[in-house]
């Protein structure tokens, strides 16, 4: 699979119930998304460990910012991050089967790592999370 997992793949998925959350937070997750992030300003979607067990971790890449939503147990916390990018490290992969990466500075020090081996639930996604993380720096380089 080498198509890119996008925000609406991701919430038909919650519909689905294919994402592990209890079933309150599966069932309220999308409207509570829906009232802080608007989709038309959403440049790119990067999701963590979205079909395993334990905390995942949601990026909304946007013009001016990146809205960070991490959901654990039963929370769903936003963080918003409106620093300017200082510094950015993207590794291509050179064979098929290797992971890209990609480490973003933001000016106040802080550091957004991607890495597609370590990001995705299965080898199933390796190919899928290789290609958003490609996009999401020429989404950076525009």
Same mark, same amino acid.
């Given at each position: 699979?080498?198509?890119? /997992?996008?925000?609406?793949?991701?919430?038909? #998925?919650?519909?689905?119930? *294919?994402?592990?959350? @209890? &079933?309150?937070?599966? $069932?309220?997750?999308? @409207?509570?998304?829906?009232?802080?992030?608007?989709?038309? $300003?959403?440049?790119?979607?990067?999701? $963590?460990? !979205?079909?395993?067990?334990?905390?995942?971790?949601? /990026?909304?890449? *946007?013009?001016?910012?990146?809205?960070?939503?991490?959901? %654990?147990?039963?929370?769903?916390?936003?963080?918003? &991050?409106? *620093?300017?990018?200082?510094?950015?490290?993207?590794? &291509?992969? =050179? /064979? %098929?089967?290797?992971?890209?990466?990609?480490?973003?500075? !933001?000016?106040?020090?802080?550091?957004?790592?991607? #890495?597609?081996? +370590?990001?995705?639930?299965? +080898?199933?996604?390796?190919?899928?999370?290789?290609?958003?993380? $490609?996009?999401?720096?020429? =989404?950076?380089? %525009?």
């Amino acid at each position: 699979m080498s198509e890119i /997992y996008t925000y609406n793949d991701f919430l038909e #998925d919650l519909k689905k119930r *294919q994402i592990p959350l @209890g &079933h309150e937070l599966i $069932k309220n997750l999308s @409207g509570i998304l829906g009232e802080y992030v608007n989709p038309e $300003k959403v440049g790119f979607f990067y999701g $963590k460990n !979205l079909f395993v067990d334990g905390e995942k971790l949601l /990026y909304f890449f *946007q013009e001016n910012k990146i809205v960070e939503v991490k959901i %654990q147990g039963r929370n769903v916390e936003f963080r918003v &991050h409106k *620093q300017k990018i200082v510094d950015v490290e993207f590794s &291509h992969p =050179f /064979y %098929q089967d290797s992971p890209a990466n990609l480490k973003l500075t !933001l000016e106040n020090g802080e550091i957004l790592e991607f #890495d597609s081996k +370590k990001d995705a639930s299965s +080898k199933n996604w390796y190919s899928s999370y290789v290609e958003a993380i $490609k996009t999401i720096f020429k =989404f950076i380089l %525009q």
